[in-house]
């Protein structure tokens, strides 16, 4: 299949690499100076057991030159959707499949405005990594996951030519039959646990170990659920039920955060624990714990990053196997 990974930092150089890997096509989007890094030094994910390197990685120049795609999987930070939306639209084919492999729910939202669900397919991903360098990325859990369906539930051709790609590179793929519910679950959890061990500087296991952090982290969970009721989509899950399925995961998965925080890099703040509280605002919910939450770390953040102020520029030609 032809894939554009939309963003070569950490999560869109480690899927789009396996992917390669398994002998997809991919070309990655990417502004200066990571496309420089990529077409100097190319692609290397470093894990335990060996690396995955790709010495020369198709890197996007323009539309003429790319063509059409098969999946367009968009891993940019979520403030950074807006800026990349103009620059994927000439790259769609007619089935062309857009997944959003962002943090939180905002960036699903904005891509099916931008392109309608004829394209647009709900996922996400769990995969632990972090970003040693520019094209440097290390891999801190060995078993990544996907969770990939069509909005109307249904399954589809272009859904099972996703799935068995991502199957093929390795990737579990998660329990997909309610897409709306399943990336609201895994949006609460990440947004509860990631922020938490981002503020308190735990890891998770010790916090849902400790009486008072693991009641913290259940009524964040219970203000959520609440929140996403009042959305229209039911769970029907408490926050003990949710908190089982996270235990079950590495803990790796909901560290990134902290690992940012750490790094000095710009964290998902806004995207996670304050989109929650913007929707308990505008729903007319009270949601104190989210609020004081993203209000803390807010204060702890770091500056953002240079982001996307502007659409991804061309480059000179680079196509696999020439100059």
Not at 64 to 80: E, H, I, K, N, Q
Not at 215 to 243: F, K, N, Q, T
Not at 275 to 280: D, G, I, K
Request: charged share 25%.
């Amino acid at each position: 299949m032809r894939f554009l990974v939309v963003g070569a930092g950490a999560v869109g150089g480690y899927i789009g690499a396996r992917l390669a890997a398994d002998g997809n096509e991919v070309v990655f989007m990417e502004l200066d100076p990571v496309r420089e890094v990529l077409e100097a030094r190319g692609l290397r994910v470093e894990s335990a057991s060996n690396a995955v390197i790709l010495d020369t990685p198709d890197t996007f120049v323009s539309h003429d030159s790319a063509g059409f795609f098969d999946v367009v999987l968009v891993c940019v930070r979520a403030g950074d959707t807006e800026s990349v939306i103009e620059a994927v639209r000439p790259a769609l084919s007619f089935d062309c499949a857009v997944i959003s492999l962002q943090s939180g729910l905002d960036p699903t939202r904005r891509l099916m405005q931008a392109f309608g669900e004829r394209h647009l397919l709900p996922g996400y991903a769990r995969v632990a990594v972090d970003s040693l360098s520019p094209a440097v990325v290390r891999e801190l859990d060995p078993a990544p996951g996907l969770a990939v369906g069509e909005f109307d539930r249904r399954g589809s051709w272009r859904l099972e030519c996703v799935q068995a790609a991502f199957e093929a590179a390795g990737f579990a793929l998660l329990n997909s039959e309610d897409m709306v519910v399943e990336q609201w679950r895994n949006f609460l959890l990440e947004a509860a646990l990631a922020s938490t061990a981002a503020h308190t500087d735990l890891g998770t296991r010790t916090q849902l170990q400790t009486a008072e952090y693991r009641a913290a982290i259940c009524e964040l969970l219970d203000e959520g659920i609440a929140i996403a009721s009042a959305e229209g989509v039911a769970l029907g899950d408490s926050p003990v039920v949710l908190l089982d399925s996270a235990e079950s995961s590495p803990e790796a998965f909901w560290l990134h955060m902290r690992r940012d925080l750490a790094a000095g890099r710009a964290i998902e703040n806004r995207t996670l624990a304050g989109s929650l509280s913007r929707r308990a605002v505008k729903l007319g919910i009270a949601a104190p714990a989210w609020t004081r939450l993203y209000e803390a770390l807010e204060k702890r953040a770091p500056g953002p990053g240079p982001g996307r102020d502007k659409p991804i520029p061309p480059a000179r030609a680079r196509r696999r196997g020439g100059g």
